[in-house]
């Protein structure tokens, strides 16, 4: 079923990650973006789980769109899950410029850095809908669940949004040079990562559920 993909994406995209991050000589996890696991010729690994990811959602999305409002929220959540898809797929098809000190530049680069390529500005165009979206969609999904008086989802696709949102904010600092938090930027995002695509699993899950009682 279309919506157990969704439930399982993002799962598989955080431990794919963990995986090549882990091989990948000089890569730091709790310093260097996610993004940055696409650079270079091993690169192919997380473009691949970026664009598998994505198909993932959107696949799943095509299956939410048949569930009942008052299960998902109004339609423009399962947009929102698909622009999640499409932002991922896009993720891998345009790899990222260095960011974070990752990859390290060449002995006989420029030191204040080369100009963003065409490549990483589309990449950082694609993280919109991931990185807004979700807590875009998980907002929705609340209000829409407040008004049913459905307190405990409402407040968790709340809180999630809000970490996400939360913890977005601190890796882009991170990653925009803040001294205090430069060692840390990983770890940020990577509970950003995490809030966002564990309320998709959850919107999934809650989904299945609702169809198995009928």
């Known amino acids: 079923m279309r919506i157990a993909l969704g439930a399982l994406a993002g799962p598989l995209f955080v431990s794919a990650f963990t995986a090549i991050g882990a091989r990948r000589a000089g890569y730091d996890w709790r310093r260097h973006a996610v993004s940055s696991l696409g650079e270079g010729r091993p690169g192919w690994l997380q473009r691949t789980n970026f664009m598998l990811t994505g198909s993932l959602y959107l696949a799943a999305a095509s299956g939410l769109a048949r569930c009942p409002r008052r299960i998902i929220g109004p339609r423009a959540v399962t947009v929102l899950v698909a622009g999640v898809g499409a932002g991922l797929i896009g993720s891998g098809v345009f790899v990222t410029d260095p960011v974070g000190g990752f990859p390290p530049p060449s002995s006989d680069g420029d030191e204040a850095g080369p100009a963003p390529s065409r ?18 969609a998980s907002m929705v999904s609340a209000v829409s669940s407040a008004r049913r008086r459905e307190c405990r989802w409402a407040g968790y696709s709340a809180g999630s949004g809000l970490a996400m949102v939360a913890s977005f904010v601190l890796f882009g600092a991170a990653f925009g040079g803040a001294p205090r938090l430069g060692a840390k930027g990983g770890i940020f995002q990577r509970i950003s990562i995490v809030s966002g695509f564990g309320w998709l699993s959850a919107l999934s899950l809650r989904a299945l559920a609702s169809l198995r009682r009928n």
């Open 119 to 136: 490549s990483g500005v589309l990449h950082n165009f694609f993280a919109i809908p991931i990185f807004v979206g979700i807590p875009l």
